[in-house]
């Protein structure tokens, strides 16, 4: 069901509710006025029984031209009628169980008579001590107009609810059809299409909230959309070399003549080819799973400086390979809770970026320290540092900065963009400067990592 219909619906509903509740009120207060005043008439009547005593007047009374007629009877202590009109009856018009009760107090009852409702007033007659007057007059006129108000009513206020709800819905029709323009312009939309905005009404309400949303959200998409074909197509290029060194070398063994020696040649630098799509893989997978929000992390409370040490022992080969020393720097108090396993990758990545930028002789070095509860690692190189160009970009897939091109020594591009990613599994942060004094520092920042509480100032 459409929304128009539904708040059709819910209108009609309302009103029905509402105007019933009215009716109901309306109805109620014109039957007790009418029948107040039919209460006075039948009072002032009573006040004038004594003259129905000793062959008084028979006349019958009325209240007018179009008045009801009056029947009245005066019965003494014993119940005899001793005076009537001359419509009256020889007996008296109200249950003995009111008579009794009309010798003492006024009594006002309805009942029925020859299938008509008559009201009756009974009340002790002044000046003699038991006697009771009695006035009754027909309801004819009163269930009449009461019938046809409550007929007009219901036929009133049902017209008006068929009307509320065809307004409400041609109301609704009005006000979503900026809705419906919406919908239609967003549907008519491609993926190709998907840069184009949707036009925003200059209502400043909430459809052009609406159409602001959805132009935020196109731009979220057309972003996401564009990372994508460039990861698809950085991701091309970059597999694109190591197959077809691959299929060159694999032609080269099947040539007639190898010798044993080339053929073990073709073989490994197959293998370092097949390792490298490998660890491309595994990077690109890592990668996709951070941005499903997949990464899975399992923090453990660790002591950070032996932590590093440890890092530090594991990676001490590659670094004097590379002719380079290593620090380590951190206080032996230190314990945080993070995932051992992927901050150690973070950490070799940071390592190794360093490796490909700075010359023989470098010092890397490795600090640890907490602010409040935060806990934060930097690598810290004294090499050229990063090129001011590549630090917007340093974060992203496939980048490589213009001083690490060579495939021998730039890898695949994706290092830095682990290492964010990994970060941001853990809930923190990671930032890429230059040092003012020349080299670069990479600080990742875990929030409340620190373990237990602890506010040492960096």
Same mark, same amino acid.
């Given at each position: 069901?459409?929304?128009?219909?539904?708040?059709?619906?819910?209108?009609?509903?309302?009103?029905?509710?509402?105007?019933?509740?009215?009716?109901?009120?309306?109805?109620?207060?014109?039957?007790?006025?009418?029948? &107040?005043? /039919?209460?006075?008439? !039948?009072?002032?009547?009573? $006040?004038?029984?004594?003259?129905?005593?000793? +062959? %008084? @007047?028979?006349?019958?009374?009325?209240?007018?031209?179009?008045?009801?007629?009056?029947?009245?009877?005066?019965?003494?202590?014993?119940?005899?009628?001793?005076?009537?009109?001359?419509?009256?009856?020889?007996?008296?018009?109200?249950?003995?169980?009111?008579?009794?009760?009309?010798?003492?107090?006024?009594?006002?009852?309805?009942?029925?008579?020859?299938?008509?409702?008559?009201?009756?007033?009974?009340?002790?007659?002044?000046?003699?001590?038991?006697?009771?007057?009695?006035?009754?007059?027909?309801?004819?006129?009163?269930?009449?107009?009461? &019938?046809? /108000?409550?007929?007009? !009513?219901?036929?009133?206020? $049902?017209?008006?609810?068929?009307?509320?709800? +065809? %307004? @409400?819905?041609?109301?609704?029709?009005?006000?979503?059809?900026?809705?419906?323009?919406?919908?239609?312009?967003?549907?008519?939309?491609?993926?190709?299409?998907?840069?184009?905005?949707?036009?925003?009404?200059?209502?400043?309400?909430?459809?052009?909230?609406?159409?602001?949303?959805?132009?935020?959200?196109?731009?979220?998409?057309?972003?996401?959309?564009?990372?994508?074909?460039?990861?698809?197509?950085?991701?091309?290029?970059?597999?694109?070399?190591?197959?077809?060194?691959?299929?060159?070398?694999?032609?080269?063994?099947?040539?007639?003549?190898?010798?044993?020696?080339?053929?073990?040649?073709?073989?490994?630098?197959?293998?370092?080819?097949?390792?490298?799509?490998?660890?491309?893989?595994?990077?690109?997978?890592?990668?996709?799973?951070?941005?499903?929000?997949?990464?899975?992390?399992?923090?453990?409370?660790?002591?950070?400086?032996?932590?590093?040490?440890?890092?530090?022992?594991?990676?001490?080969?590659?670094?004097?390979?590379?002719?380079?020393?290593?620090?380590?720097?951190?206080?032996?108090?230190?314990?945080?809770?993070?995932?051992?396993?992927?901050?150690?990758?973070?950490?070799?990545?940071?390592?190794?970026?360093?490796?490909?930028?700075?010359?023989?002789?470098?010092?890397?070095?490795?600090?640890?320290?907490?602010?409040?509860?935060?806990?934060?690692?930097?690598?810290?190189?004294?090499?050229?540092?990063?090129?001011?160009?590549?630090?917007?970009?340093?974060?992203?897939?496939?980048?490589?900065?213009?001083?690490?091109?060579?495939?021998?020594?730039?890898?695949?591009?994706?290092?830095?963009?682990?290492?964010?990613?990994?970060?941001?599994?853990?809930?923190?942060?990671?930032?890429?400067?230059?040092?003012?004094?020349?080299?670069?520092?990479?600080?990742?920042?875990?929030?409340?990592?620190?373990?237990?509480?602890?506010?040492?100032?960096?």
């Amino acid at each position: 069901m459409s929304i128009r219909l539904r708040l059709a619906l819910l209108f009609a509903i309302a009103s029905a509710v509402v105007l019933s509740l009215g009716g109901w009120l309306f109805v109620s207060v014109l039957s007790s006025s009418l029948l &107040s005043s /039919v209460d006075s008439q !039948l009072s002032a009547q009573a $006040s004038h029984a004594s003259s129905y005593l000793n +062959g %008084g @007047s028979q006349v019958p009374l009325t209240s007018g031209a179009n008045g009801p007629e009056y029947v009245v009877q005066v019965l003494d202590a014993s119940g005899t009628v001793r005076g009537s009109s001359a419509e009256a009856p020889t007996v008296p018009i109200i249950p003995a169980t009111e008579l009794d009760r009309a010798k003492t107090q006024q009594v006002i009852v309805t009942h029925t008579r020859h299938d008509e409702h008559e009201r009756v007033l009974a009340e002790p007659l002044p000046g003699r001590a038991g006697w009771t007057v009695i006035v009754g007059a027909s309801l004819e006129t009163f269930d009449a107009t009461m &019938s046809r /108000v409550t007929t007009e !009513l219901v036929i009133g206020c $049902s017209l008006f609810v068929i009307l509320a709800a +065809g %307004g @409400s819905y041609l109301l609704a029709r009005s006000a979503l059809r900026p809705v419906e323009r919406l919908r239609a312009e967003v549907s008519d939309l491609s993926v190709r299409d998907i840069p184009r905005m949707i036009a925003v009404p200059r209502t400043h309400d909430e459809i052009s909230a609406l159409a602001s949303t959805m132009n935020e959200l196109l731009v979220r998409v057309r972003t996401s959309l564009e990372r994508e074909r460039s990861l698809v197509a950085d991701a091309s290029h970059e597999l694109r070399t190591p197959f077809a060194i691959l299929q060159g070398e694999l032609e080269l063994a099947q040539r007639p003549g190898r010798t044993r020696e080339e053929l073990m040649t073709t073989v490994t630098v197959a293998a370092e080819e097949v390792a490298r799509l490998t660890r491309i893989a595994d990077d690109l997978l890592l990668l996709s799973r951070g941005d499903q929000g997949q990464l899975r992390i399992i923090p453990v409370v660790v002591g950070v400086r032996d932590y590093l040490d440890e890092i530090m022992g594991h990676a001490h080969p590659r670094i004097t390979g590379h002719g380079m020393t290593c620090r380590v720097d951190a206080a032996s108090s230190l314990r945080a809770r993070i995932d051992p396993d992927r901050m150690r990758q973070v950490i070799d990545n940071l390592i190794d970026n360093s490796l490909r930028y700075c010359p023989r002789g470098s010092v890397i070095e490795l600090r640890a320290g907490a602010r409040a509860q935060d806990l934060w690692l930097e690598v810290v190189d004294d090499g050229p540092g990063f090129d001011p160009t590549f630090l917007p970009h340093a974060f992203e897939r496939f980048r490589r900065s213009d001083t690490s091109r060579s495939r021998d020594y730039g890898g695949a591009g994706l290092g830095l963009a682990i290492v964010s990613s990994i970060v941001g599994a853990h809930g923190g942060t990671v930032i890429a400067e230059n040092t003012p004094a020349g080299g670069a520092f990479v600080r990742v920042t875990v929030r409340n990592a620190i373990w237990p509480s602890l506010s040492t100032a960096s």
